[in-house]
């Protein structure tokens, strides 16, 4: 029996939920502090908000599919930025105070979505408001530079949550469900990715 891909993307909801309100409860168990605090804002942003706007786009997403292309891009734009800054803000006030966090792989691939995140946010400011960078740039070169970059945040934020499991904090509060959040969190980024990622390779070739 084939799975529908509508089945898949509800599946998928229920993923990023149980993900990001079991992790939001242990946090507010722990009420926010240090790790806490940044485990928190980045399941937020990078998990959740960041999903989600990859999702609006897709023919599968039943939360969207009746909408206006016009207001699922609006909401797209709100939810990454708004997941994008979670997960910056998350970064920082970790990374900050702790001189040597960008030495795991962890810390590298937060850094790294990070870097890509502003980036993105730069290309498409100065696509909207810059007259040199649209004479330099051709829209369809923006428009790739665009998906590439949202692709590649999404991957490397999904992949720094994913390798966040197996940090001291985790291990301190969380290792009796080390299976399940990775499991779920590998599940995520794959369903996820493979509807935008399909679409940005049709526009390709």
Same mark, same amino acid.
């Given at each position: ?37 940044? &485990? ?20 599968? *997403? ?8 016009? #207001?699922?891009? #609006? ?35 937060? =850094? ?8 993105? /946010? ?5 696509? =909207?408001?810059? /007259? ?24 490397? &934020?999904?992949? &720094?949550?994913?390798?966040?499991? *197996? ?5 301190? *509060? ?11 969190? &590998? ?16 526009? =390709?070739?």
């Amino acid at each position: 029996m084939v799975i529908s891909s509508y089945t898949w993307n509800l599946a998928n909801q229920c993923f990023i939920l149980a993900v990001t309100i079991c992790m939001s409860v242990k946090c507010a168990e722990l009420k926010f502090q240090k790790t806490a605090t940044h &485990a928190f804002l980045c399941t937020l942003g990078f998990v959740f908000l960041s999903a989600e706007g990859m999702m609006v786009h897709c023919n599968n *997403n039943w939360l969207t599919r009746s909408l206006h292309p016009d #207001t699922k891009t #609006t909401l797209y734009f709100y939810l990454q930025l708004m997941g994008g800054l979670l997960g910056v803000a998350g970064t920082l006030q970790k990374s900050i105070p702790k001189e040597n966090h960008f030495r795991s792989w962890h810390g590298k691939l937060g =850094l790294a979505a990070c870097v890509f995140f502003v980036i993105n /946010c730069l290309s498409g400011i100065l696509s =909207l408001y810059s /007259c040199s960078y649209r004479q330099l740039v051709s829209p369809v070169v923006n428009d790739f530079i665009h998906n590439f970059l949202g692709l590649l945040t999404f991957f490397t &934020a999904m992949l &720094a949550q994913y390798t966040g499991y *197996n940090t001291g904090f985790f291990r301190r *509060n969380l290792k009796e469900h080390d299976k399940f959040y990775k499991y779920l969190t &590998a599940t995520i980024l794959v369903i996820t990715i493979w509807e935008p990622f399909r679409i940005f390779m049709a526009k =390709l070739f």
